[in-house]
């Protein structure tokens, strides 16, 4: 059974009839649903190696003509990677990655003025794009339109609350990573000092991991509380250092506040690392002098778009009923502000036994 044969029981072109056959979103939902109950009372399947074999043969040179992956901002900036060197990162991995998997990448800004939704999706089936990245969005209750449900998507992060896709740094393995690295250097008393901003995006992951690992490694008279903050202020950080004695604080913050914090010990006559240790889990860790964990951000983007393209080749689009999730493990950094610079044999060996 052929699609031309196909296109005369239902009076349709070929050309709809095999858009229409792959779930184009330019075809309307009724005309899709009768093409694929005529090709299902037919007999007729697609062959997904032939599927993907005239997808390759479609894609030319020309950057125009490439199958394009949407890019949507749900900030206030069209292009919020441009101010942001953590997003910048991501977005150089999905474009690097794309254009190896043979796509093009087109920024797309959802809050443009006069902007509706309605509006944005016509834009999208206009273009033929089937697929949409998203750099989620600074309000982590943010949603995406209703009018969204019919392409794939994936998002980086956890904030926005739609169900969809995602890719998102290993928070929870990340800081059983950190604390374990820090047991072999013999540190016992480790204090976590969490941002609000960043525990509430990062879903309390760094927070949960902290916890169990405590549960299970120290007694009850070893467990420093928890310093939670709005923002890095002194007097709140040395009450909680005086009163509670970490040997190591580990800070989940931005670099900026971990530096901060170092700057804040010293003042108040702490040496580091002799005194107190100091390790960073962030966003990007590019000081060489701190010991800290960063988020793998080129990794995160090239797996977001590898992501997103599986889903469009198979179809997947509308809201997931299980939404899939990719965790990417952090990039450990050595710094002289842990003993030993951070790098410890005890955890070399442990590592390697993991590995094999």
Known sequence: MSIRRIARLTKLSPATVSLALRD?????????????AMALRCGYSLDPKVTQLMRVVRRTSDEKNRECLGVISLYDDPRPWLGSLHLAQIYEGMERRAEKLGYRLEPMWLRAPGMTPARFRGILDA????????FG?????DTLPG????????????SMKTSVHRVVSNAYGDMLGVLNRLHALGYRRPGLWVSEYEHIRGVYAHLSGYLGWCHHHLDARQAVPVLRTTELDESQIMHWVRENHPDVIISVQRQEEVAGLCSILRRNKIEIPSDIGVVGICQLVDDPGLAGLAENQHLIGACAVELLASRVMTRDFGVP??????MVDGIWQNGATLRNGGASAAWSESAKERST
């Open 24 to 36: 184009h979103p330019r075809i309307s939902g009724a005309t899709r649903s009768r093409v694929h």
């Open 127 to 134: 273009r033929g794009i089937e697929g949409l990245l998203c």
């Open 137 to 141: 969005s600074p309000a982590v209750d």
């Open 147 to 158: 009018e969204f449900d019919h392409y794939a998507i994936v998002a980086q992060g956890m």
């Open 321 to 326: 009923a299980r939404p899939r999730v990719e």
